[in-house]
């Protein structure tokens, strides 16, 4: 009887369910649509069997159609297939931005915590004064120096954005550093290296990775914003900050359709990542 | 120089609340102690100080002479001290298999090496090879703590700290786990502080068994 009483209380209740329902669905659908989206900016480039910056102003401005399902631009150019190629711009500089993003603030945060003490407190200080810096501005001052360079966007959002993967990593290594494995180590001989590589870097990974993936949309965002700004890249070269950036003229002309896809794919591509970034961050949660 | 690990009276507060006072406690090479108290008393404490884990609030505490370093920053094994602790599951990482926790004591050796090493430990604390590609939470707490001690021994220390380490075991696994210290200290002269609130049990392994309770008034009186 008791274990019944027991067993029933262990079980979820009718709301409990119902979230953890919902966030499941959430995560299915902001994977699914985040692999309808990667589809379309890989494959629609790869068969449009057209090249994106070709110009033809017989047909320029032309509103939605079944030849052009998203229309074109003042030149001319096929607006559902250039969508494509500036969404895989967009999306390539926000995950290699991530990496970079992610690289750095592990081994900072990492190795900030593992040696502790006047190190420890000198890194804190500095990503405190990153932070308080506004990150665009940052990101604009590092851009402007270096202009249309995708390396420098990249750099721009890497080095104002790994403080938060470091504190996020700093805070889990400092939960491990008194773990008793970690203690054990020691004892055996272990040197600092050697336990960063074998514990602190491995045991903070699935943080890391969730801290990078709930990073993307910001960094989709940020060199949206750089380009523009005119900040980023060419204006030949498309990505969803480029096309944004042609749609201010073209709205006034009443081209409508030049400003209705790119913003709204850059919204559902911040809204899916950020989707399954939720997902990966319960399951993680979940598990610890 | 003596080949002892020693502390002389140590002593230990935790914000002000006094832990240990005035501890002196010495563990020859090649002996066994026992050390007993009721929980709380301090004696993991005392094991935390004498492995360089915690700093001594007050005295000193040496290995074979030599001031006692806090583990990362010595270099190497330092004089040897290696500790069991009490719960298997804490002290081992859950991302490794227990052949890597095992080969974690092998310290820098070639790769053949210290795989031969491993299997030969495994064997002699009696886990099965089939065992030695799980991960801890496939194995039972009493498995886990054998490839503890597995890891320890691989390190060949001058001396072992077990705190409460046969606390969560069965009386097979302590009797069995007992046996292989014991041989350790006959065969290499590694010296065993056993702590335990367990007497019959600290009576049974220890050549001698004294509580902390004994060690203070001791050291006060001198």
């Not at chain 1, 499941?24 to 449009?48: D, E, N, Q, R």
């Not at chain 1, 990150?135 to 120096?145: E, Q, S, T, Y």
């Not at chain 2, 690990?5 to 010495?26: C, E, H, K, M, Q």
């Amino acid at each position: 009887m008791s274990s019944t009483v027991e067993a029933a209380d262990l079980r979820l209740t009718g709301p409990a369910v119902r979230r953890r329902g919902l966030r499941a669905a959430g995560t299915i659908l902001g994977v699914a649509v985040l692999v309808l989206i990667a589809s379309y900016a890989v494959f629609v480039p790869m068969l449009a069997g057209t090249d994106e910056k070709l110009t033809d102003f017989s047909s320029a401005r032309l509103p939605p159609s079944a030849a052009h399902p998203f229309g074109t631009d003042h030149a001319g150019r096929d607006l559902f297939i250039r969508l494509a190629s500036g969404l895989r711009v967009s999306l390539l500089i926000a995950v290699l931005c991530a990496l970079a993003s992610m690289g750095l603030g592990m081994l900072i945060g990492a190795v900030s915590a593992a040696l502790g003490g006047r190190t420890d407190r000198i890194v804190m200080r500095v990503v405190d004064g990153i932070n308080a810096v506004p990150h665009l501005l940052l990101g604009v001052v590092i851009v402007a120096m270096f202009r249309g360079s995708v390396t420098a966007i990249i750099a721009s959002i890497a080095l104002t954005h790994w403080t938060q993967v470091a504190r996020i990593v700093r805070a889990e290594v400092l939960s491990l550093r008194s773990r008793e494995y970690v203690e054990a180590a020691y004892l055996l001989g272990s040197t600092r290296r050697e336990v960063l590589r074998r514990h602190f870097l491995p045991g903070t990974l699935a943080q890391g990775v969730v801290a990078t993936v709930m990073l993307l949309p910001h960094a989709i965002w940020h060199e949206s914003t750089l380009s523009f700004l005119g900040l980023g890249l060419s204006p030949d070269q498309a990505s969803l900050g480029t096309l944004l950036k042609e749609a201010q003229s073209e709205v006034m002309l009443g081209g409508w359709w030049a400003l209705v896809f790119p913003a709204l794919l850059l919204l559902v591509t911040t809204l899916a990542v950020a989707a399954c970034g939720k997902g990966l961050l319960s399951r993680t949660e979940g598990r610890q | 120089m003596p080949a002892e690990l020693s502390a002389v009276n140590a002593g230990f507060s935790y914000g002000g609340t006094p832990v240990l006072r005035n501890v002196t406690i010495s563990v020859p090479a090649g002996g066994q102690i026992g050390l007993t108290g009721p929980s709380g008393s301090g004696k993991t404490t005392l094991a935390r100080i004498l492995a360089g884990l915690l700093p001594a609030g007050e005295g000193t505490v040496t290995c074979n002479g030599q001031p006692v370093q806090r583990p990362w920053k010595q270099k190497g094994h330092g004089c040897g001290i290696a500790m069991l602790f009490q719960s298997p599951r804490a002290s081992c990482s859950p991302r490794l298999t227990l052949r890597q926790i095992i080969a974690e004591g092998a310290g820098r050796t070639s790769r053949g090496g210290r795989a031969r090493r491993v299997e030969q430990l495994a064997a002699q604390v009696q886990l099965t090879p089939d065992l030695l590609d799980r991960y801890p939470s496939e194995v039972s707490d009493g498995q886990l703590q054998r490839a503890c001690l597995a890891r320890s021994l691989a390190a060949e220390p001058g001396y072992l700290i077990c705190d409460e380490a046969t606390a969560m075991l069965d009386a097979a696994t302590t009797a069995s786990l007992v046996r292989v210290i014991s041989s350790e200290v006959e065969s290499r002269g590694m010296g065993v502080l056993a702590l335990s609130h367990d007497r019959p049990l600290l009576e049974a392994w220890c050549t001698s068994v004294t509580s902390l309770a004994a060690l203070s008034a001791a050291s006060g009186e001198r």
